[in-house]
T-cell receptor, first 113, second 109 residues
Framework: DVKVTQSSRYLVKRTGEKVFLECVQDMDHENMFWYRQDPGLGLRLIYF???????EKGDIPEGYSVSREKKERFSLILESASTNQTSMYLC????????????FGPGTRLLVL | GQQVMQIPQYQHVQEGEDFTTYCNSS?????IQWYKQRPGGHPVFLIQLVKSGEVKKQKRLTFQFGEAKKNSSLHITATQTTDVGTYFCHTGTASKLTFGTGTRLQVTL
C-alpha cells in the first residue's frame, strides 16, 4: 500500500525559528513535492524534486529551501519562520515525470507565533 | 504562466441534489486530474483525463474534458453526505504543476 508520512501533524514555532518539515515515502518514487494549502488559494507548489539531490522551484519558493539527500526523504526548511508561513503543508510523491498520480501525506499544520 | 480557475468556490446542496464543479484554463491542457480532499484529510486522486472530449464515470461521478482541452468538469449525481469535501482539478507538464483553487461541497440532509 502506498504510504507518504510527514514528521508532524501539528507544529507551533516562533517567528525567526528555523523549521524542518520532513516527508518520507516508501514507494521508491522519483518525484517528490511540497505544497502549502491556504483557504481560498488551494494548493500552491513550493518546491519539487525529480530525483536525489535535485530540486526545482515551484510557484512560491521564497522563504523556503529543500533538501533531498535520500530518495525516500524530502525535507522542507523554513530558514527563519514568519507569521505569513502559518499554513497547512502537504508533501506528495509520484513514480516519475510521466504524468502519474500524486500521493499525498497527511499534512503538517504549522502555526508561527 | 498557466492559470487554472475553478468554480464555484463553495456549494451547499441538499442530499439527493446534483453538483457540478468546473475547471477552466487560459491555455490548452495536456491532461487533467481530479482529487478529493475530505475535511481534515489530504487530497486523494480520483481520475485522470487525457483525450479531447473524454468522458469518464465512477458510479455517481462523471468527469469530462472539453473538446478544446481548456476546461473540465466533475458532476455528481444525487449527492450523498459522503461526497462532502473539497474537489480539486490538477494539471501541468513535467515541470509545471498547477492545482485549481478547489470547490468545497457541503451536503446536508
Amino acid at each position: 500500500d502506498v504510504k507518504v508520512t510527514q514528521s508532524s501533524r501539528y507544529l507551533v514555532k516562533r517567528t525567526g525559528e528555523k523549521v524542518f518539515l520532513e516527508c518520507v515515502q516508501d514507494m521508491d518514487h522519483e518525484n517528490m513535492f511540497w505544497y502549502r494549502q491556504d483557504p481560498g488559494l488551494g494548493l500552491r507548489l513550493i518546491y519539487f524534486s525529480y530525483d536525489v539531490k535535485m530540486k526545482e522551484k515551484g510557484d512560491i519558493p521564497e522563504g523556503y529551501s529543500v533538501s533531498r539527500e535520500k530518495k525516500e526523504r524530502f525535507s522542507l526548511i523554513l530558514e527563519s519562520a514568519s507569521t505569513n508561513q502559518t499554513s497547512m503543508y502537504l508533501c506528495a510523491s509520484r513514480p516519475g515525470q510521466r504524468w502519474e498520480t500524486q500521493y499525498f501525506g497527511p499534512g503538517t499544520r504549522l502555526l508561527v507565533l | 504562466g498557466q492559470q487554472v480557475m475553478q468554480i464555484p468556490q463553495y456549494q451547499h446542496v441538499q442530499e439527493g441534489e446534483d453538483f457540478t464543479t468546473y475547471c477552466n484554463s487560459s491555455t490548452t491542457l495536456s491532461n487533467i486530474q481530479w482529487y478529493k480532499q475530505r475535511p481534515g484529510g489530504h487530497p486523494v486522486f480520483l481520475i485522470q483525463l487525457v483525450k479531447s472530449g473524454e468522458v469518464k464515470k465512477q458510479k455517481r461521478l462523471t468527469f469530462q474534458f472539453g473538446e478544446a482541452k481548456k476546461n473540465s468538469s466533475l458532476h455528481i449525481t444525487a449527492t450523498q453526505t459522503t461526497d462532502v469535501g473539497t474537489y480539486f482539478c490538477h494539471t501541468g507538464t513535467a515541470s509545471k504543476l498547477t492545482f485549481g483553487t478547489g470547490t468545497r461541497l457541503q451536503v446536508t440532509l
